[in-house]
């Protein structure tokens, strides 16, 4: 089963939109949470990430929420623009850890 | 600026064949990792070394096998081919955990088999 759930599994947006991931994990040990962007024939890399110590971290345009007692987390992508458009992942790692554990991706289109 | 450079990017392979994928990161990072890419299951950790010499399993670690003979190079090796084999490979690096700068990644071996 897989420890980190997220959702949808494809989201389209009109351009100036906010886009929305949700990522749900069970996993209490869990300290460090990254979202990764993937673009087609590339590698993932990594876009924003979070420790459980703050509700909200913010970089341009991209926003991780963080909700400690729900064991959520979400990304919101504000005015989506096409060149956003790829596969995004939540993951989850214990101590800055080395293992991450990824969610199963979402697949974003943004409409211009 | 090679990064993370993953060899060789396409292999078709019949049911039983062998063959190994070889990892190279030119940023002098400790950590590096196998993970399988599949549509639906995100990515998957096959295995990963902490340093030169040293390998340790991940998630999915059954039918393959790695080594860590220089710093600089992660090789994961499959025996005998299965075409529940057949997915996305990527390797990526890391200094010493996946902090900050998180994982670097290669730009994936596309492996078949038939």
């Known amino acids: 089963q897989q420890q980190v759930k997220q959702s949808p599994q494809s989201l389209i947006v009109q351009k100036g939109g906010i886009s929305i991931i949700n990522c749900a994990y069970e996993?209490?040990?869990?300290?460090?949470f990254p979202w990764y962007q993937q673009f087609p024939g590339k590698g993932p890399a990594l876009l924003i990430a979070?420790?459980?110590?703050?509700s909200e971290k913010k970089e341009g345009r991209f926003t991780i929420s963080f909700n400690k007692s729900a064991k959520q987390f979400s990304l919101h992508i504000m005015d989506s623009q096409p060149g956003d458009s790829a596969t995004y992942f939540c993951?989850?790692?214990?101590?800055?850890?080395?293992?991450?554990?990824f969610g199963a991706g979402t697949i974003l289109r943004v409409k211009s | 600026n090679a990064g993370v450079t993953q060899t060789p990017k396409f292999r078709v392979l019949k049911t039983g064949q062998s063959m190994t994928l070889l990892c190279a990161q030119d940023?002098?990072?400790?950590?590096m990792y196998w993970y399988r890419q599949d549509p639906g299951m995100g990515l998957r950790l096959i295995h990963y070394?902490?340093?030169?010499?040293?390998?340790a399993k991940g998630e999915v670690p059954d039918g393959y096998n790695v080594s860590r003979l220089k710093k600089q190079n992660f090789l994961l090796g499959l025996e005998s081919a299965a075409p529940s084999q057949t997915s996305v490979y990527f390797c990526?690096?890391?200094?010493?955990?996946?902090?900050?700068?998180?994982?670097?990644f290669g730009e994936g071996s596309r492996l078949t088999v038939l």
């Open positions: 940023m002098n990072h400790e950590y």
């Open positions: 990526a690096s890391s200094y010493s955990s996946s902090g900050p700068s998180g994982l670097f």
């Open positions: 979070i420790r459980p110590d703050v």
């Open positions: 993951a989850a790692s214990k101590e800055y850890g080395n293992k991450l554990v």
């Open positions: 070394s902490v340093g030169e010499g040293t390998t």
């Open positions: 996993n209490t040990a869990f300290d460090y």
